[in-house]
T-cell receptor, first 113, second 115 residues
Framework: GENVEQHPSTLSVQEGDSAVIKCTYS??????FPWYKQELGKGPQLIID?????GEKKDQRIAVTLNKTAKHFSLHITETQPEDSAVYFC????????????FGPGTSLSVIP | DSGVTQTPKHLITATGQRVTLRCSPR?????VYWYQQSLDQGLQFLIQ???????AKGNILERFSAQQFPDLHSELNLSSLELGDSALYFC??????????????FGPGTRLTVT
């Protein structure tokens, strides 16, 4: 089955700097890669996703890149702000008639003011 | 607010007991997913229902079961509870499986503590 690894497990950056979180997946059939942000005491929130027919996607300060050959994808957050502090999860799935999503172990991001 | 509701928010019970967690998906969503989140296991997919039928199974124990009702709400039943079942249980919903809309929206979770 699918296995998703995520690095680093913790990340601390100064406000205004960039943060990068990297993930690898094992199943070459996976074709959908969402990223979730989980704040303390809340459920995960989808922040951006990318499908296998796209190499990069941007949404304001957030971008995701996908390298299908190497089976890895990354989340880039630019101009970080204290409210970006949270746990970020990458995930991978093979979207057919069902949507089983496998999550990475998470990255705890701290943005220092 | 994702539009997915879960009750109760907190649940404290003893080992050996049985509990039921409830989830109401976003209006219009046909798929419901259950996840377990513990400190050492991360987010683990348990089971998915689509329009009342089981669609996919993950690492769900035999002591656990779920169902989705005609009004699309779902319940997760946990029985013969053990200390290790203490975790956050999340429900998520999505519009439809297989239509190209893959986004899952998570509820706020139910924190289960087994003593």
């Amino acid at each position: 089955g699918e296995n998703v690894e995520q690095h680093p497990s913790t990340l601390s950056v100064q406000e205004g700097d960039s943060a990068v979180i990297k993930c690898t997946y094992s199943d070459s059939a996976s074709n959908y890669f969402p990223w979730y942000k989980q704040e303390l005491g809340k459920g995960p929130q989808l922040i951006i996703d990318i499908r296998s027919n796209v190499g990069e996607k941007k949404d304001q300060r957030i971008a995701v890149t996908l390298n299908k050959t190497a089976k890895h994808f990354s989340l880039h957050i630019t101009e970080t702000q204290p409210e970006d502090s949270a746990v970020y999860f990458c995930a991978a799935s093979y979207q057919t008639s069902y949507d089983k999503v496998i999550f990475g172990p998470g990255t705890s991001l701290s943005v220092i003011p | 607010d994702s539009g997915v509701t879960q009750t109760p928010k907190h649940l404290i019970t003893a080992t050996g007991q049985r509990v039921t967690l409830r989830c109401s998906p976003r209006s219009g969503d046909l798929s419901v997913y259950w996840y377990q989140q513990s400190l050492d296991q991360g987010l683990q997919f348990l089971i998915q229902y689509y329009n009342g039928e089981e669609r996919a199974k993950g690492n769900i124990l035999e002591r656990f079961s779920a169902q989705q009702f005609p009004d699309l709400h779902s319940e997760l039943n946990l029985s013969s509870l053990e200390l290790g079942d203490s975790a956050l249980y999340f429900c998520a919903s999505s519009v439809d499986a297989g239509t190209g809309n893959y986004e899952q929206y998570f509820g706020p979770g139910t924190r289960l503590t087994v003593t």
